[in-house]
């Protein structure tokens, strides 16, 4: 008895939606107070790339965490590497492959920079956390969590003068993507 009135209940709410009442209601709802965009502005990525260099503009903070160590290979001028999840767009498949272009500039090179990493926290690692790329600068240095490279992001972003309270880590794909697209890059090759 309870699940035929349940079911009669759920198959009249269907067609509330598609009520000329309704429709009319939500618009005027949507142009009281229309979707606005997270940020009103955007800061200069040029300003940290003065700074510090990190592959955010490609990969989300859980995305650089999920970097498996023995998937990363140097060639001559690159880096590739694999991610160890599924990105969140990806549904079923292969693991993603990447690769990074050395850069003319070594301070700024994420390939330098990886690479540099990679070499001076070698002693570091043990079994234990030898999985992933990033670990942490605490003993016992165990792999760190996305939110733990999010931190060190906003904390570079921070010294680097950019005003944190608004811009978060995560904002520097947006902004990487802004600069990109106004010096006229491709934003898919980017």
Not at 2 to 16: E, F, I, Q
Not at 116 to 121: A, D, K, N, V
């Amino acid at each position: 008895m309870l699940s035929s009135t349940l079911n009669l209940t759920a198959s009249g709410l269907k067609d509330v939606g598609k009520h000329p009442l309704v429709i009319q209601l939500m618009k005027g709802i949507y142009q009281g107070k229309p979707p606005i965009p997270k940020y009103s502005a955007t800061w200069d990525p040029s300003v940290v790339i003065n700074h510090f260099v990190s592959t955010t503009g490609r990969n989300i903070c859980s995305e650089l965490n999920s970097i498996q160590l023995d998937s990363v290979s140097f060639s001559a001028t690159k880096v590739f590497f694999n991610l160890g999840v599924l990105r969140k767009s990806q549904s079923s498949g292969p693991l993603m492959r990447y690769s990074l272009d050395e850069w003319e500039n070594p301070l700024i090179c994420p390939v330098a920079c990886l690479r540099s990493y990679l070499e001076r926290t070698a002693n570091l690692r043990s079994s234990l956390n030898n999985s992933g790329v990033f670990i942490g600068s605490n003993k016992p240095h165990n792999p760190v969590t996305g939110s733990t490279i999010a931190r060190w992001i906003k904390d570079q972003l921070k010294e680097a003068g950019i005003d944190t309270s608004i811009f978060l880590a995560h904002s520097t794909r947006g902004a990487a993507a802004s600069k990109a697209a106004s010096a006229g890059v491709s934003i898919v090759s980017y």
